[in-house]
């Protein structure tokens, strides 16, 4: 199972990493986010950026004023940087008519919610706020991280990010473990590429890799059978009121619960608790065995 083949990794991530770089959180609500947008950008040799810098800087960490902020990342000369920054600090000044109290005091699913619009196809920028500003466990997801799961069989390339990261979400969901735990994930990233290669051929040999049916090692199989289960509720889910509730009032409660529920909480929350997605290696023998066993109808 997938979760099982990101705990190795993570675990023999760690050892590689043996003490992640933790924020620096004395450099308060503007350090968390110059953090959220260097990140993604630098790694965590973000994190000596701002640790060097923001000591020296004119500014008053904990309210900041938005061009000082937009400066200093625009000094960095990094394309992606400034547009991204960009994007956010006019969303700051429309929506919050520039003050940064306000945007790290709003109520964060609907910042998210309109932060995603403004920052479409920037999906690991956003989260990352979301991670270091408002400390939520979400796990951002970068391109290399998806590459280098995709190559261990973690994800397959069609995913989505909402798909990766629902899984790694599930994985890493206690914060703050989750900003230091992401943090060595971007430690690895942002080794050279030499070093970087290393760590991962060593990640490689490392991690076993076997058959979920029967337990055989299936890591020199270039290609070993994927078996992917979701199980989720039809739009048109009708429950017989007197096979599981024992009144109309508790059926129509409970119902009334899971609309509330879908309502209120944004779609990267709900998987937990609505959609369950499970992926299994196999070989060819249990491959055929689990199909027989499908077809014969034996799964439950
Ligand atoms: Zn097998």
């Not at 920052?119 to 998806?146: A, H, Q, W």
Request: proline share 4%.
């Amino acid at each position: 199972m997938s979760y099982n083949l990101i705990k190795s990794i993570h675990e023999q991530l760690m050892r590689e990493i043996s003490s992640p770089r933790v924020f620096p959180y004395s450099y308060g609500t503007c350090g968390s986010l110059l953090c959220s947008l260097m990140i993604p950008v630098f790694g965590t040799q973000a994190l000596t950026y701002i640790q060097n810098d923001l000591g020296q800087m004119e500014l008053n960490v904990d309210e900041g004023s938005i061009p000082d902020l937009q400066n200093y990342l625009d000094h960095f000369n990094d394309p992606l940087l400034s547009e991204v920054s960009s994007a956010v600090f006019n969303f700051i000044n429309e929506e919050y008519l520039g003050i940064l109290k306000n945007f790290f005091h709003e109520e964060v699913w609907h910042i998210d919610s309109a932060l995603s619009t403004v920052l479409e196809g920037k999906e690991e920028f956003c989260d990352s706020i979301l991670l270091f500003v408002y400390s939520l466990p979400v796990f951002p997801v970068s391109n290399t991280m998806r590459e280098f799961l995709v190559d261990f069989h973690v994800f397959e390339n069609d995913e989505t990010y909402v798909e990766i990261q629902s899984i790694l979400n599930e994985f890493f969901n206690e914060t703050p473990k989750c900003q230091r735990h992401y943090l060595a994930w971007k430690q690895v990233e942002s080794l050279p590429q030499e070093k970087r290669e290393e760590v991962l051929a060593r990640l490689e040999s490392a991690i076993p890799f076997t058959c979920d049916g029967c337990g055989k090692d299936i890591k020199g199989l270039k290609a070993p059978y994927i078996g992917r289960i979701e199980i989720y509720p039809s739009r048109n889910l009708r429950f017989k009121e007197e096979d599981e509730f024992a009144s109309k009032e508790e059926f129509e409660e409970e119902m009334g619960n899971l609309y509330e529920m879908t309502r209120s909480k944004p779609e990267k929350e709900l998987t937990k608790e609505i959609w369950t997605e499970y992926r299994l290696f196999l070989c060819a023998d249990c491959r055929a065995t689990f199909i027989s066993r499908i077809e014969g109808g034996e799964f439950i």
